[in-house]
Nanobody, 124 residues
Framework: QVQLVESGGGLVQAGGSLRLSCAAS????????MGWFRQAPGKERVFVAA????????RYSDSVKGRFTISRDSAKNTVNLQMNSLNAEDTAVYYC?????????????????WGQGTQVTVSS
């Protein structure tokens, strides 16, 4: 049974940084794409970043490119999201997700497994 557990969320001032982690278990993820999505109050869940577990290829949404960095640690089975230069628009619940049959990487409905989410709040 696949489990994804996020951690690292919290309250930070605008301009600050946070590092989110997603601990993955229950399967070998070598063929998976791992993604981060976020959902602000009253809005749809949107793509943030994704990484291929095997080769480390990455993709980012335009809104976070240059500020966020996604990485994976195969030894620890974790996927991390380093978030810098945070602003109020980054406030959301952040979700880790796993896609067993990667195609577009950026569409939430393609992901098979989801974590419970972690709250990130940026105060201005």
């Amino acid at each position: 049974q696949v489990q994804l557990v996020e951690s690292g969320g919290g309250l930070v001032q605008a301009g600050g940084s946070l590092r989110l982690s997603c601990a993955a278990s229950g399967r070998t993820f070598s063929s998976y794409v791992m993604g981060w999505f976020r959902q602000a109050p009253g809005k749809e869940r949107v793509f943030v970043a994704a990484i291929s577990w095997s080769g480390g290829s990455t993709r980012y949404s335009d809104s976070v490119k240059g500020r966020f960095t996604i990485s994976r640690d195969s030894a620890k089975n974790t996927v991390n999201l380093q978030m810098n230069s945070l602003n109020a628009e980054d406030t959301a619940v952040y979700y880790c997700a796993a896609d067993s049959n990667p195609r577009g990487w950026m569409r939430s409905y393609e992901y098979d497994y989801w974590g419970q989410g972690t709250q990130v709040t940026v105060s201005s």
